[in-house]
């Protein structure tokens, strides 16, 4: 069993910045493939970035290519998620997601996959 919680969210202007955090409790954590999600209001749930258990390999969405980063720490029990250049279209609520049952060396990116899922934290970019 594994329990995730968010933080770190907030309001930020356009071209700000923000670092959230999964935390989570749970002995199966190091062993968890890890994703962040993200959806806004009246749109799908998206995948926007996600690491391996090993933490080498690390998939993001086009549209955040080059501006967030996925990092974890096993020994904290922690994965960031490092927003920046934010834009207004980041605008969402972001979940944090673990499963148990991925390879080592490969991230997760299908949402169904995922078996813990945290209750998320808003993220709001003002123009």
């Known amino acids: 069993q594994v329990q995730l919680v968010e933080s770190g969210g907030g309001l930020v202007q356009a071209g700000g910045s923000l670092r959230l955090s999964c935390a989570a409790s749970?002995?199966?954590?190091?062993?968890?493939?890890v994703g962040w999600f993200r959806q806004a209001p009246g749109k799908e749930r998206e995948l926007v970035a996600a690491?391996?258990?090993?933490?080498?390999?690390?998939t993001y969405a086009d549209s955040v290519q080059g501006r967030f980063t996925i990092s974890r720490d096993n020994g904290k029990n922690t994965v960031l998620l490092q927003m920046n250049s934010l834009k207004p279209e980041d605008t969402a609520v972001y979940y944090c997601?673990?499963?148990?049952?991925?390879?080592?060396?490969?991230?997760?990116?299908?949402?169904?996959?995922?078996?813990?899922w945290g209750h998320g934290t808003q993220v709001t970019v003002s123009s």
């Open positions: 997601a673990a499963t148990s049952y991925a390879p080592p060396h490969s991230a997760v990116v299908v949402g169904t996959k995922y078996d813990y």
């Open positions: 690491i391996s258990v090993s933490g080498n390999s690390r």
């Open positions: 749970g002995r199966t954590f190091s062993n968890s493939a």
